[in-house]
């Protein structure tokens, strides 16, 4: 059983096309599982189990809506994304600058 606990748990998450693709949809808005899935080239059920692991990192949150589920973008999860993002960015161009001085 693969587990997803590491500190980039959600990146290897994300390494899946299929999260990517719901990942991406849920940037335009809320949707059901069905109207992922009508835009996905996996089945509902797929669709589901996607979201579970998901909305268990943070990255997705639901609500109910009638005998439904909408699902959207938790906004505390990408953030954290990106803030893993800013300092990958950030040390590589302090890196880079610093290795350019040497050169100097």
């Not at 590491?6 to 808005?29: E, M, N, Q, Y």
């Not at 300092?87 to 600058?97: G, K, V």
């Amino acid at each position: 059983m693969v587990t997803y606990e590491s500190d980039d748990g959600a990146w290897t998450v994300l390494a899946d096309k299929s999260r990517r693709s719901i990942v991406l949809a849920l940037a335009d808005g809320e949707q059901t599982v069905g109207e992922l899935a009508a835009t996905l080239p996996i089945s509902q059920p797929a669709v589901s189990q996607h979201l579970k692991v998901l909305k268990g990192l943070g990255l997705v949150s639901d609500r109910p809506d009638g005998a439904r589920r909408r699902y959207r973008l938790n906004e505390h999860g990408v953030a954290a994304l990106r803030d893993q993002l800013d300092t990958f960015w950030r040390r590589t161009l302090e890196n880079l600058e610093q290795h350019m001085e040497e050169e100097r």
